[in-house]
C-alpha cells in the first residue's frame, strides 16, 4: 500500500514541479489554512490545488499526505498557530519527510468517537474544505439557530403588518362597523361571482371542466447529453505508462487505436493482451475501453439511443472496480441513461450504491448528488411516504441543501393533498429563498393557491415560474393556468383571449396546447353570447390532431364544447343527436350532471319550439321520450312543466295531465333551476302559482266554473300583480255569457299583453 501511495505521489509531484515558481508566491504569502468556528461545526479551509494532498481516514485519525515540502511547512505553522478546539480535535502531529520517504503527513486527531468529518474539494475557490461536527449536541444546535431564525422571522412578520396598518387609508376603517353591515359582503361575493361582462355569459356557460394538475417533483438535474457524450467527459481515458514495461506498452496500443478510432484492431489488440497477461489484468481498464468504443461508434453511426450492452457492461464495472474516479464517472452517466428512460428502480439503485461508495471516500459533493438521486427516484416511483421519511433523515438534511428540502417537503405535502400545509411551508420561508426559486416549489405553490381560489397570489407565482423557468415543460401548464384564472376572475376579455393564445402557441405540451385550444374556442364561440363570423372561426381549434392521444377528461372538455357549440346555434335537434351519441354512462357523477343538465335545456328549446307552433301532440311526445333521461335528473323547471301541462289539456288528454300535475306538485318545495338556461324563459313565475293556473285551465276546459274562481282567488292571493288573472277572469265571464264582465277584463292592460302573447 505503502509503494502504491508513493508512485502515485510521484506523478503528482511531475504536475506540481511543472507550476512550481506560478504558485509558490502566492501559497507563501495568502495563507494556507483558515479556520471557521460555527455554533454547529468547525470548519478547515486548505487552499491548495487539489492535487497537492492525498485524504485518507483511519479510525479517529484523518492523515494529510503531500509531496509538496513548501505547502507542508506553510500549513504546519499555521495550524500550529490556530486556536484550540477540544470539542472536535484532540491534537495535531506533524511528519516530516525523511530519506526513506518523502511523503510529508499531518495528522489530526478526533476528540472522540461522536465526531464525523466530511470533506470535498471546491474547484471555484481551490480548497479542500474540511467539516467537523458532532452526531447528537450539534443537531440539537441546528434545532435551536432554527427556532432562533422562526422568532425572528415572525417579530419581522409583526412588524412589517403593524407598519402596512400605520399606513392604510381611511376607508379600510369600515372593518370596525356593526355586524348588520358585515352581514352585507357575502351578497357582494354572490353578486360578483354571478356578474357577466358586458356581451358574455358567465364562465359556467364555456368550458367550465377543471382538475387538478398533479405535483411537481423537483428534478434531478444532468449536466450533459447522453446522447452525445459517452463517461469519458468525465474521466478521460489517458496515456498509459509505456515505458516502464512491455505489459503497459500493450495498453498503450490499445489506447491508440481507441482513439483513432480502429475498433475493430483494438479488440483484437486486448484479445491478444488477456491471452498472454490473463483474463483479470486491468480487466476494469480494458472493459471500460471497450464500452466507450461501443457508445462512440454508436453515436457515430447516427443511433443516438446508447446501446444496452455498453450499459450493462458500464454497470458491472462500477459494481467492481477499486478505482473511485472511474466509478464516479460511470455512476454519473447511468443516472443520466436511467433519468431518460424512466428507469427509476434501477436509479433508485444506483443512487445508494453511490451514496454509499461517496462517503466512503470522503468526497461531500457527490454523496450530495447521490442524495438527491435518491430522492428524486423514490418520488417519480411515487413512493412520497419513503420520500418523506428520507429527507427527515439527520445525515440527508445535512448533505442536501435547504431550498431542495423545502422543495420535497412541499412535494410530499401536495401529493398528500395538504394544501394548506404547503402554502404555510412557503409563507415561512420565502424570505430565504434565493432566485431563481427552485422551480417545482413555485408550481406547486401557484397550484396550491389555484385549488384554494387565491387566484391573485397564484397569478404572481404562476408568473414568477414562467419568467425564471420558461424553458420548463410544466411552463406551459402556468400558462393555461393563467388564462384560466383570467377567465374564472371574469378579467378583461382581451387580456384573457391574449394569454389563452400564449398558452396555444407557446406550449410544449401536446395535450395542454389541446386543453388551451378547446378553452379558447369556448371562450370566443360558445360564451360570446353574439359571436360574429371571426369569433365562429375559432370553432377550427376543437379539430384537434389525431395523434394527440386525449385523456379521458380532455375529451369531456372537448365533448362539453362541441354539445354548447350546436345549443348557443339553437341546432336542438343536433345537440340532442350529438348527446344521444355520447357515452354518458361511463361518465363520473358529477360530469354526466353536467351533460344531462345541458340537455335537459336542449329538450325544453324543443318543446318551447313546438308550444309555440302549437305542435301540442309533438310537445307531450318529446317530453315523455327523454323526461327520464334529462329533464328529471336535475332541478325542477316550472315552466316547462307548465307548457307540458298546457299541451295535455290542450289535447283533452287529462289522465296525462293528472301524472304530471302530481309529479309537478311533488317538486313545488324543491330548488328551482337557475343553471343552465341557455333558453330565456316566457315567464319565471313560482311554481306553486304555476299549479293553480294549471288548474285554472284544467276547469276551464271542463266548464267547472265555480272551481276555476276559486282557484283565480288562490292566485290573486299569492300574488295580486299578476297579469294572467284579468285574463282568465274575462274567458270565464264570457263562457257564463257575462259579456260586459269580460270585455272589462279583457281590455284590461294585462289582459292585452295576456291576448297578444297567445
Known sequence: MRKRLIK??????????????????????????????????????????????????????????????????????????????????????????????NVSTIEVQLADDNVEVFNFYRDRDQKHVFDFWKEGTDEQAFKEIEKQAKKKAAKAKVAKVTKEKKFLPPVLKRDNTPAKKAKTAPKKVVKKRESKIKGYRDFRYGASFIWDYPAFSPDLKISFDIRTKTPEHFYPIQNRPYSKSEKEAHLQLAVNL???????????????????????????????????A?????????????????????????????NYDMQKAIYKYLFAYHKKNKEYIQGLSLAKRFYVTSKENFDYEESQYAADAIVYNLAQLNQVERVSEVIREKTIRKILSKSKLLAYEIYVNHKLGKLDKVIEL?????????????????YNVAEAYFRGAKYNKAIRLYDEFISQHSYHTNSSHARLRLALIFEVMEKDINQTIVLYKNAINRSQDPLISAEARIRYAALRSVRKIDP??????????????????????????????????????????????????????????????????????????????????????????????????????????????????????NLGLYEGFEELYKDFKKLADSPVRSFPLWVKRRRNDDTSEMLVELNVIKNIKLKNWELANRALQEILNMNNKNNQIPYYQGLIAYA????????????????RCRLGRN
Request: glycine share 4%.
Open 532 to 649: 360574429k363570423v371571426e369569433d365562429l372561426e375559432n370553432r377550427a381549434f376543437m379539430d384537434i390532431d389525431e395523434n394527440v392521444n386525449l385523456t379521458n377528461k380532455h375529451k369531456n372538455l372537448l365533448w362539453l364544447v362541441r354539445l354548447r357549440s350546436f345549443i348557443v346555434d339553437g341546432n336542438y335537434q343536433k345537440a340532442l343527436a350529438y348527446l344521444s351519441a355520447l357515452p354518458l354512462t361511463g361518465l363520473k357523477p358529477v360530469d354526466r350532471r353536467v351533460f344531462q343538465a345541458d340537455g335537459a335545456e336542449v329538450v325544453y328549446g324543443i318543446i318551447q319550439g313546438l308550444y309555440e307552433d302549437s305542435e301540442y301532440s309533438k310537445v307531450v311526445k318529446e317530453w315523455n321520450r327523454f323526461k327520464e333521461n334529462y329533464v328529471r335528473k336535475v332541478a325542477n323547471d316550472p315552466y316547462m312543466n307548465f307548457i307540458v301541462g298546457k299541451s295535455y289539456l
Open 8 to 101: 502515485v505521489l510521484t506523478l503528482s509531484q511531475l504536475i506540481l514541479e511543472i507550476g512550481a515558481i506560478i504558485f509558490s508566491c502566492s501559497e507563501a504569502f495568502a495563507g494556507v489554512v483558515q479556520q471557521e468556528q460555527a455554533k454547529t461545526h468547525l470548519r478547515w479551509n486548505i487552499f491548495t490545488a487539489k492535487e497537492n494532498v492525498i485524504v485518507e481516514k483511519r479510525g479517529q485519525r484523518i492523515l494529510l499526505k503531500t509531496l509538496n515540502t513548501q505547502f507542508f511547512d506553510e500549513a504546519k505553522k499555521e495550524i500550529s498557530s490556530l486556536a484550540k478546539n477540544r470539542r472536535y480535535i484532540k491534537d495535531v502531529r506533524f511528519q516530516e519527510p525523511t530519506k526513506s520517504n
Open 736 to 751: 257564463q255569457k257575462d259579456y260586459e264582465r269580460a270585455a272589462k277584463s279583457l281590455l284590461t292592460q294585462k289582459a
Open 258 to 292: 481507441y482513439r483513432k478510432k480502429k475498433y475493430g484492431l483494438m479488440y483484437k489488440s486486448i484479445k491478444l493482451f488477456q491471452e498472454k497477461y490473463g483474463p483479470e489484468t486491468d480487466v476494469d481498464f480494458l472493459e471500460y475501453l471497450k464500452a466507450n
Open 426 to 442: 412557503y409563507e415561512t420561508n420565502k424570505a430565504g429563498l434565493a432566485k431563481p426559486v427552485e422551480a417545482s416549489i413555485l
Open 294 to 322: 461501443i457508445l462512440r461508434d454508436n453515436i457515430a453511426g447516427g443511433n443516438l439511443e446508447p446501446l444496452k450492452m455498453a450499459i450493462n457492461m458500464l454497470d458491472s464495472i462500477a459494481k467492481r472496480t477499486k
